[in-house]
């Protein structure tokens, strides 16, 4: 399978305790994404990567986010000190853009994460 | 405040007829457009996009049309399916497709396609 991988794809934790998630995003893409899915809503944008480098953040991305791609390659998300209000899907996507205008992103299963 | 907006949280339609699913954008400086599709407890999956220089793009059964001035997309299914039963978003994309902002999604659109 080619497509982006996120482990695990389901993690329980209980308040204060910290996580982390990895997204191995497809081989040849070299921009990477982190959204935050919660019920009801569409996905909501946190930071992206080009390469290893980190070039945007979401207000959204608080001081207890932190997210990191060393090699370019894969990327983790971690959270510190975890709050219930951060019990959400996270999602993963890759992309390689082929044109200025034109950028297609393709996104991981997510890792749900239920902090109680 | 919902920049992008997908008005109609559910929508039924008969197997075998065509399903419109509508999305509408405030934003003058989004300049792309995509639809995904979503099943439960999945990662959002790739339909079919559109950039704003153009009215129309067709992908086998999708075809997607964009109203710039009315600030308008829709996403067309013909015929629908049973496998098409799903949540849809719509997202959109500024400048050189999404990478400053990453892409604004609307809140989706639940699709059933009855027998």
């Known amino acids: 399978d080619t497509g982006v991988s996120q482990n695990p794809r389901h993690k329980i934790t209980k308040r204060g305790q910290n996580v982390t998630f990895r997204c191995d995003p497809i081989?040849?893409?070299?921009?990477l994404y982190w959204y935050r899915q919660t019920l009801g809503q569409g996905p909501e944008f946190l930071t992206y990567?080009?390469?290893?480098?980190?070039?945007?953040k979401s207000r959204l991305l608080s001081d207890r986010f932190s997210a990191e791609r060393p090699k370019g390659s894969f990327s983790t998300l971690e959270i510190q000190r975890t709050e219930q209000g951060d019990s959400a899907m996270y999602l993963c996507?890759?992309?390689?853009?082929?044109?200025?205008?034109?950028?297609?992103?393709?996104f991981g299963p997510g890792t749900r994460l239920l902090v109680l | 405040d919902q920049q992008v907006k997908q008005n109609s949280p559910s929508l039924s339609v008969q197997e075998g007829r065509i399903s419109i699913l509508n999305c509408d954008y405030t934003?003058?400086?989004?300049?792309?457009f995509l639809w995904y599709k979503k099943y439960p407890a999945e990662g959002p999956t790739f339909l079919i996009s559109?950039?704003?220089?153009?009215d129309k793009n067709e992908d086998g059964r999708f075809t997607v049309f964009l109203n710039k001035s009315a600030k308008h997309l829709s996403l067309h299914i013909v015929p629908s399916q049973p496998g098409d039963s799903a949540v849809y978003f719509c997202?959109?994309?500024?400048?050189?497709?999404?990478?400053?902002?990453?892409?604004?999604f609307g809140k989706g659109t639940h699709l059933i396609i009855q027998p």
């Open positions: 996507a890759s992309s390689l853009p082929s044109t200025w205008r034109e950028e297609t992103q393709y």
């Open positions: 934003n003058s400086m989004f300049d792309y």
């Open positions: 081989s040849e893409h070299n921009r």
């Open positions: 559109i950039s704003s220089i153009k």
């Open positions: 990567f080009q390469n290893e480098a980190q070039l945007e």
């Open positions: 997202a959109a994309a500024k400048d050189s497709g999404g990478g400053a902002d990453g892409l604004t």
